[in-house]
């Protein structure tokens, strides 16, 4: 098949990209390196995942490259009308990946934030319509905002803050949600919506600012780890691989159900659980270090995956702490 991922240098985008190809699928990867990083790819180019003719040149980056059989680069910003190449070019599926998705890369630029989710949507669902694709949007558990039911299951409405610091973010996606189930109802386009939870695992940034990198990176060079608040906010962790595993069976699924779906793990724990769990699996002597809890921060979250289960006998595989040493290894 041919398809587009939207976001591929990001921290869930090279997974899936690197897994589409090892399973002998075309792609082609857009982004901007808002939040992601170039040498995110360099996966092409050291160790080609088809033939050795995936390269991409070090040197020379071109706006558009292609570097091999199966893998084309494309640097774009959505939120500008896409390329010819890219509007002419007939894909079957479609990965929209594209957002800032931690908190102090959404907050750099709210207003941006808000285009990419709003405009940048609408221009792929707008190729998705014209070719007919299948289109999976990564909306977030974020719509759910500070929930006050636990766990969350797909009905639920959320408390989400449409005046915070996060709401770039949370009404971002929630519009994009809308954007998608307009598309589907209105030109039957055949649409998958994912509500993804915390996430882990290989090639997140390093400087991304979230929980578990940031805990890894400050145990291994024995920095203090900074908790915010007091820890007892939870979360829910999933690691990478086990996502994909859902996106590729929601996109590949026969069914004409546009979601959304949950994918997350339910294994809530603490963020001092969190702290106290990577201090023991790196045998690190950091200290804890509190400090305020930002605004809005959400005080508890746990996915309801039974929907998941039910439409694709989905559930994750990897645990948190197998999953934590395979990227405490890749940090390392
Ligand atoms: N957090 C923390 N220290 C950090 C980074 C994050 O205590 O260095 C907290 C953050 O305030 C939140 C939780 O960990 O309560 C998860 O944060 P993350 O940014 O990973 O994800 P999100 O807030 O989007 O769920």
Known sequence: MKILVTGGAGFVG??????????????????????????????????????????????ARPLCCRVGDGFEFVKHDLIDPLPESVLNNDFDQIYHLACPASPPHYQKDHIYTLKVNFIGTLNVLELARKHGSKILYTSTSEVYGD?????????????????????????????????????????????????????????????????????????????????????????????????????????????????????????????????????????????????????DDPLQRKPDIALAKDKFDWEPQIGLEEGLKKTIEYFS
């Open 147 to 295: 929930p006050e039911v636990s766990p969350q299951n797909e009905e639920y409405r959320g408390n989400v803050n449409p005046h915070g610091i996060r709401s770039c973010y949370d009404e971002g996606k929630r519009v994009g949600e809308s954007l998608c189930m307009n598309y589907f109802r209105q030109y039957d386009l055949p649409v998958r919506i994912v509500r993804i939870f915390n996430t882990y695992g290989p090639y997140m940034d390093r400087e991304d600012g979230r929980a578990v990198s940031n805990f890894i990176v400050q145990a291994l060079q024995g920095e203090d780890i900074t908790i915010y608040g007091d820890g007892s906010q939870t979360r829910s962790f999933q690691y990478v691989d086990d996502l994909l595993e859902g996106m590729i069976r929601f996109m590949n699924s026969e069914e004409n159900f546009p979601g959304p779906v949950n994918f997350g793990n339910p294994h809530e724990i603490t963020i001092k659980e969190l702290a106290d769990n990577v201090i023991s699996l790196t045998g690190s002597k950091s200290q804890l270090k509190f400090s305020d809890l930002p605004q």
């Open 14 to 59: 090279v997974n899936l990209c690197k897994r589409l190809l090892s399973e002998g699928e075309n792609v082609v990867c857009l982004d901007n390196f808002y939040s992601s990083s170039e040498k995110n790819l360099d996966f092409l180019r050291m160790n080609s995942l088809r033939s050795c003719s995936a390269r991409l040149s070090s040197q």
